[in-house]
């Protein structure tokens, strides 16, 4: 039977946001150029930033000081994750939704979208054409309604996992879906979901409560914020934050999300695993305000100063971005990137060139293709990678904290990155990208230091191409 989540609160839930106190650290006075940079040795240190500190770095307008931001993000990106940037791509299956977000497509006072949700089938049809393109990680992305409960979310990753086609298969599976409660995190991670993220949207609380009617199940402002602290308190130790940029002041949500990534931290002992910042985009039958639109080099800042405020969680940048900007944002600490994504429901073997808006829950920015975007990734000297390996070998949590201080992302996760590139250029590559992608292994292959784990690596990568082993992984 489906049914919503009991709207039940984790253990001594508070609403842990102080919106006097975070805009009391806003309304401080320009910081002095010596305190940014203390502050920027701090992160370079790889140590967590506090939101007093965030808030410094919020504040600096100097042109110079903010090149020092952009500069440190970039190196720290460099030393924590190397020149990796992991890839995956959505995949909606329903759209039925209860809620009234102002600013989504799907809301329910929308009466001319499209309403759908993919059957068993019609979802095997999509992973299937995803598998074929070389996708090895999906997020399911899920309207907020009855039909899309527990078990129908845990039903629905079991399908997508027992698809395969050819080499193909999908090796994890992320999920954003309205928060669930004790019960129904259990039955998601008993199938193996990899990240649950929940977007606040955003801190602040009364425009939470003005984009959220109160007459909604979204509305419920310490609901939503305390989704992820049941998510942990059932045993999912890999969760994702979000803010949509637009609806209200950038800087005051980047100190709601660094507060709220400390104060899991704090609580549970894991940071999130993944952070996302979509800037809010046309959508059809929306109207927007556009007081908190954030400009371009404004988003650079929210995404620098994020990579120095959490060193070690993972930075996502969707396909909402046009190519040229997600192409200058790659090198200001990005961790992940979707790519070939398509948002229409079916949209993988249905949709043509052309975005439908009336089937789409905003427009996309980026519509090229998974090759198209690998090539020009490797061209500028990133290394694309589908690596599943920490959460297929248990490393979620606390675990992938130890794991990934000091060093263990780059000496392990490389290796692992080249693998999977290896794989999808036998498998999926077209002869262009195939030809930019073995000058970039011959590279990095040139790159690692002689050992035991470059011999290691090689036979693996020989493997692969010439006896069709596959998912290999350290
Ligand atoms: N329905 C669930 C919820 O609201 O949490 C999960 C999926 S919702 C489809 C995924 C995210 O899309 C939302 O959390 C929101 O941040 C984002 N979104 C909604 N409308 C958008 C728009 N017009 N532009 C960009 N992102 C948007
Ligand atoms: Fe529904 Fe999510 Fe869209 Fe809000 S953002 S209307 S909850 S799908």
Redesign the pocket.
Known sequence: MCALPAMTLSREAVDFIDENYLNSLLGQSRPSAARVREIIAKSLAKEALSVEETAVLLLAEDPELLEEIFAAARQLKETVYGNRIVLFAPLYIGND?IND?T??A?KRSNFQAVRRTLTPDEIRQQVTALEDKGHKRLIL????HAKYDADFIADTVRNVYSVRSGHGEIRRVNI???PLDHEGYRKVKEAGIGTYQ??M?TYHHETYSRVHSHKTR?GDYLYRLDGLSRAFEAGCDDVGL?V?FGLYDWRFEVLGMVRHALYLQERFNVGPHTLSF?R??P?HG?DFDERYFVDDDQFKRVIAILRLAVPYTGLILTA?EKPELRRELLSFGVSQIDAGSRIELGGYTEAGDAQVMERE??SLGDIRSLDEVMRELMADGYVPSFCTSCYRSGRTGEHFMEFSIPGFIKRFCTPNALLTLEEYLADYASPETRAVGERLLADELAKMEEGEMKERTLKQLAAIRDKGTRDLYF
Request: aromatic share 20%; with cysteine; proline share 4%.
């Open positions: 939704c977000c600013y989504c799907f992305v899920f309207g907020e954003n879906a309205a929940i977007f949207e979204k979000g949509l979509p809010l985009r959508a929306v909402r829950q905003f």
